[in-house]
């Protein structure tokens, strides 16, 4: 069956625009009830030690505060499945509010007051008396480096890193260019614009209807179903529309939790909304301590390439992800040793935010690059092309494709990189020293099993519906542009239908994956329904497609028309009437390829190229120009994949200059959980940025030949930034963020 690509590979607003501008769509927070009660977390004051007592009294003397609820009271029913672990949940034992007296991490819910409106809960909040018996926080990563241990067992999805090959120390102690040096990054948090946020619609008879911020339904509805001994056909999970997630939604939290055991208790509906400083007692990007070792000969080929990570997790769970996987194939090298190591601190389990690992350990291991450039004279792009790898040498695997040699030579192009000069402070403009750096990207393109339905109408309207979840992305209009395009059917006429925990399944939103993964299933759910009209259309008396099969049809503007003979054609509702039906629908499943996993390595790739402009009295940094070239098979759409390339270097940029949540040892908390201390990029900090696609043809990594575009942008935009102050100020920064202080 030939589709028209009337849509796919264009640049197409977004179909969930008009919805979100005119405030048609609804996020978690804005689902109400007649019924609905506002429920408002109090949070511990202290980071580790237990609570003694707490005095509900004053709170519960309000008019209109209808429950508080404690690990004193908490129903029993709650936590009924202790060992649960949601999809995406690490190795240990998830935290569970309300569940006991212990403090494990500042800020850790105590109670949750429940009232008539949202100002008498938060009133009543705040007359909530909490006692504790405190112990000595233990929060400095650092300090606990000797205690770092390797994660017990590996989180589903995220391999440890492979054995060791060749003798890397033995190649590095020989090698005549070395560099060694440890990379730190700050903790970053989760902070998109809607806040954690659950609404629990209380249906009568123990049945829930839950509006969720969660980048999956079906995990919710999992996590709930468990917790609380309930059926999945009582619990259904509806949330459209997500204001920016990033990683932040990939787990239940624990405002649902609380939702949910206070929609039970009091068979009613609640809403529970976290605060802005809330949003800082939640998963967050861990802190790492990384070194990296590169053993070179003295035309900066690799020898040897050892690279290790310290990374922080909570007392409870094994938080994991990828750090240090990417320097075993990201270049050619025939001794190589990874290791990745936890600490434990008393914080809140760190969670997954945009490109987990690859964005901590290719900013390491991109400084690193740059850093080997000048030891050995070499230009970092040149040094990038000698080290070029053309399999995985990891795994043992060819690539399904990498195109990462167009991104240089594309990238460069672009940038204008061979008018750099090669000395530190060489360039500059004014009181401003100019510095050009660059960085390679990479991070994995997944393809996992999706469902999807697609059902075609009489009218013409089509439907395309699965459970995964639009963060933002662009999701909703790449399966509408597959859709339109699969069945011949303008854009307009098609509805696509997420997040409904009644759709078809489809695994979360993340990972990059669910382009490849749900466009996949979509496209196939559009041929079966193709298929069943051409069946319907060949039955037709004295038809012209009477010997047509599938592969030599093509569907355009509503008609089944002959590839070869467009004037032997049936319109699609002619075979609908000869087929004495309305619609026609069709579920289908899309899988990964085991085989192509077995003998592949997936990876998106990308070049990234940064501008600085230091100003040299006041270390103010700016960054003024970034191209980022990306590699990433068949782009569906052109301007969604524009965005999201965009809004990955800008959080790299973020990542590079700005983010840190600073923990203060004494107390053990983040002091600066506010957005006026912790600071993002705005407006004024976002200059030019072009983002380049190159051509990459893909056959084998998912169905329609994309890889998925959401987490790219962000690998290797802070060690370009970082290496662009390198070259204007001469000053090797090698911890993330570059404050002015490190400058000056
Ligand atoms: Mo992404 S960090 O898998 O939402």
Same mark, same amino acid.
């Given at each position: ?39 408002? &977390? ?24 209808? +429950? ?21 949940? *690490? ?7 309300? =569940? ?50 390797? *994660? ?7 391999? *440890?890193?492979? !054995?060791?090959?060749? !003798? ?9 260019? +070395? ?31 839950? =509006? ?47 939702? &949910? ?6 068979? #009613? ?7 802005? !400083? ?7 990007? %861990? ?62 389990? %760190? ?10 350990? $290719? ?16 230009? %970092? ?11 995985? /040498?990891?795994?043992?695997? /060819? ?42 990207? &990479? ?117 089944? #028309? ?7 054609? $049936? ?48 270390? &103010? ?51 600066? =959980? ?22 990459? =043809?893909?056959?084998?990594?998912? *169905? ?6 959401? /987490? ?33």
């Amino acid at each position: 069956m030939a589709t028209t690509n009337l849509y796919v590979g264009t640049a197409r607003n977004r179909v969930d625009g008009p919805a979100k501008v005119t405030g048609a769509a609804k996020y978690a927070a804005e689902f109400t009830a007649p019924d609905l009660a506002y429920g408002v &977390v109090v949070s511990s004051a202290i980071t580790r030690g237990r609570v003694t007592a707490i005095d509900t009294a004053a709170a519960l003397a309000v008019p209109g505060v209808i +429950q508080v609820f404690t690990h004193e009271n908490r129903p029993r029913t709650a936590w009924l499945d202790y060992n649960y672990r949601d999809q995406v949940a *690490p190795p240990g034992s998830p935290f569970r509010a309300l =569940h006991g007296p212990e403090i494990t991490f500042g800020g850790q819910p105590v109670a949750l007051v429940v009232a008539e409106s949202f100002d008498l809960a938060r009133h009543g909040a705040s007359l909530v008396k909490v006692t504790y018996e405190e112990d000595v926080p233990n929060t400095d990563l650092d300090r606990n480096r000797a205690a770092a241990y390797v *994660p017990p067992k590996k989180r589903s999805g995220i391999k *440890p890193p492979p !054995d060791p090959r060749g !003798d890397p120390e033995g190649a590095f102690a020989s090698a005549p260019i +070395q560099v060694r040096h440890e990379y730190k990054q700050a903790v970053e948090h989760h902070n998109p614009m809607e806040p954690h946020a659950s609404t629990v619609i209380w249906e009568g008879d123990g049945k829930l209807t839950i =509006h969720d911020k969660i980048q999956g339904v079906n995990n919710t509805q999992g996590y709930v179903c468990s917790v609380f001994n309930l059926k999945p056909e009582d619990v259904r999970v509806i949330s459209p529309y997500i204001g920016g997630a990033f990683g932040s939604g990939l787990r239940p939290q624990y405002q649902l939790f609380l939702a &949910v055991v206070a929609a039970l208790e009091l068979k #009613r509906s609640v809403r529970v909304v976290l605060t802005r !400083d809330q949003m800082f007692t939640h998963g967050y990007r %861990p802190e790492a301590i990384q070194t990296v070792s590169l053993g070179a000969d003295q035309d900066g080929r690799l020898q040897s390439l050892m690279h290790e990570a310290i990374a922080g997790t909570s007392t409870f769970e094994d938080y994991q992800e990828s750090v240090v996987n990417w320097s075993g194939f990201l270049y050619r090298c025939p001794n190589v040793k990874l290791d990745y190591k936890l600490a434990k601190i008393d914080t809140y389990t %760190p969670a997954d935010m945009r490109a987990p690992g690859a964005a901590t350990g $290719v900013f390491a291991l991109e400084v690193a690059m740059d850093e080997l450039a000048y030891a050995a004279g070499v230009d %970092p792009l040149e040094l990038r092309l000698r080290n070029y790898a053309e399999r995985d /040498e990891g795994e043992n695997k /060819e690539f399904t494709s990498k195109a990462l040699r167009a991104c240089y030579e594309e990238g460069a192009a672009r940038f204008g990189w061979a008018r750099r000069s090669t000395e530190p402070r060489s360039m500059r403009e004014g009181r401003e020293l100019i510095g050009w750096g660059l960085a390679t990207g &990479v991070w994995e393109a997944y393809m996992m099993k999706s469902s999807a339905r697609a059902r075609l109408s009489i009218d013409g309207s089509l439907e395309v519906a699965c459970s995964t979840a639009d963060l933002g992305t662009g999701t909703y209009t790449i399966l509408s542009q597959i859709g339109a395009d699969a069945l011949g059917i303008p854009i307009e006429r098609v509805q696509t239908r997420l997040s409904d925990t009644a759709l078809p399944e489809a695994p979360i939103a993340g990972g990059s994956w669910t382009a490849a993964s749900s466009g996949s299933a979509v496209e196939m759910a559009c041929r079966a329904v193709a298929e069943q009209l051409l069946g319907m259309a060949r039955r037709i008396d004295d038809s012209p497609l009477a010997n047509a099969d599938l592969a030599h049809v093509t569907f355009v503007n509503g008609e089944i #028309r002959l590839a070869d003979d467009p004037s032997r054609k $049936v319109s699609i509702a002619d075979a609908m009437r000869a087929g004495g039906v309305e619609t026609v629908e069709a579920t289908e499943t899309a899988k990964p390829s085991l085989l192509t996993q077995l003998r592949f390595a997936a990876y998106t790739h990308s070049a990234v190229f940064a501008e600085v402009r230091v100003d040299e009295d006041l270390g &103010v940094v700016r960054v003024t120009r970034v191209v980022s070239a990306v590699a990433a098979g068949k782009i569906l759409n052109l301007k969604t994949a524009r965005s999201q390339i965009m809004g990955g270097v800008v959080m790299g940029i973020g990542a590079a200059l700005e983010e840190e949540s600073m923990l203060d040892h004494n107390l053990g908390r983040f002091m600066n =959980h506010n957005f006026g201390e912790y600071h993002v990029p705005v407006n004024a900090d976002i200059h030019d940025i072009e983002v380049i696609f190159v051509d990459e =043809h893909d056959d084998k990594v998912s *169905p329609i030949g994309a890889k998925g575009l959401g /987490e790219i942008g962000i690998v290797g935009t802070a060690a370009a930034v970082a290496n662009a102050v390198f070259h204007a100020t001469g000053r090797r920064v090698r911890e993330i963020p570059i404050t002015i202080d490190k400058i000056i």
